[in-house]
């Protein structure tokens, strides 16, 4: 079974943990404010525990259309990169 938590769905959990409902999605909004900036600027963001998002410059590449059956090249772009943290992949049950 696939379970989802939404922005409302989190929002309601950090009101359970004490702050208001206002308060909660105030704080979950800014902190991903502060990570958008982070990252249109090219900063790492290091979650010490819950790993590390950063922006990575691809390559230009060829593949395959599927759909066409013929080579296309795809342009050289920018990428979110996360890399999960110690403590948030032994809380998902991976030790690796």
């Not at 379970?3 to 105030?26: E, H, M, N, P, W």
């Not at 979950?28 to 990252?39: H, P, T």
């Not at 950063?54 to 920018?78: A, C, F, Q, W, Y």
Request: proline share 2%; hydrophobic share 40%.
């Amino acid at each position: 079974m696939n379970k989802t938590i939404t922005t409302a769905g989190f929002i309601t959990r950090l009101a359970d943990k004490g702050y208001t409902k206002k308060d909660s999605a105030v704080i979950l909004n800014d902190v991903l404010d502060v990570i958008y900036e982070a990252m249109r600027a090219g900063e790492e963001v290091r979650l010490t525990g819950f790993g590390s998002f950063s922006v990575i410059d691809t390559k230009p590449k060829r593949i395959m259309n599927i759909n066409t059956g013929k080579p296309e090249l795809v342009e050289s772009h920018k990428k979110v990169k996360f890399k999960a943290g110690d403590v948030l992949r032994r809380s998902a049950g991976s030790e690796a």
